[in-house]
């Protein structure tokens, strides 16, 4: 394992790292890469079921953050997930799968979602 140094992240950092991982897609191929290894993009593509071109984006996202590593096997890329996302993304679901109610009941959490999806023209019935 690598060892880092630590630095306190500033707002933007921690708001972008954030928002890397609040993308659902980038979520699900972290996920994925934890779950299932080290996988080609036509692997990924797929499971997923994601489209090519929306999946080499998201995962130049995932590797410019540090989130993912690649490496070339032959002529194919292949993507693993970093030592420390796989800690974090474990972590991840087990508060999920240990409060998964408790956050869909968040009021908070519910009434933005209902707000953003209204912007979008979706109707939420209640």
């Given at each position: 394992m690598i060892k880092m140094?630590?630095?306190?992240?500033?707002?933007?950092?921690?708001?972008?790292?954030?928002?890397?991982?609040?993308?659902?897609?980038?979520?699900?191929?972290?996920?994925?890469?934890n779950e299932k290894g080290p996988m080609c993009v036509s692997q990924l593509e797929d499971l997923l079921d994601i489209e090519q071109s929306d999946l080499s984006h998201n995962l130049k996202c995932l590797l410019n953050c540090k989130f993912v590593n690649r490496e070339y096997r032959g002529k194919e890329k292949v993507?693993?997930?970093?030592?420390?996302?796989?800690?974090?993304?474990?972590?991840?679901?087990?508060?999920?799968g240990t409060y998964e109610n408790y956050i869909k009941s968040c009021d908070i959490l519910n009434v933005k979602e209902t707000k953003n999806s209204n912007k979008l023209g979706i109707i939420k019935n209640r």
């Amino acid at each position: 394992m690598i060892k880092m140094s630590y630095n306190k992240p500033d707002e933007k950092s921690i708001s972008l790292f954030f928002r890397a991982i609040a993308n659902i897609k980038r979520f699900r191929i972290l996920v994925t890469l934890n779950e299932k290894g080290p996988m080609c993009v036509s692997q990924l593509e797929d499971l997923l079921d994601i489209e090519q071109s929306d999946l080499s984006h998201n995962l130049k996202c995932l590797l410019n953050c540090k989130f993912v590593n690649r490496e070339y096997r032959g002529k194919e890329k292949v993507y693993s997930i970093n030592d420390y996302m796989r800690g974090l993304i474990n972590s991840i679901n087990n508060h999920i799968g240990t409060y998964e109610n408790y956050i869909k009941s968040c009021d908070i959490l519910n009434v933005k979602e209902t707000k953003n999806s209204n912007k979008l023209g979706i109707i939420k019935n209640r």
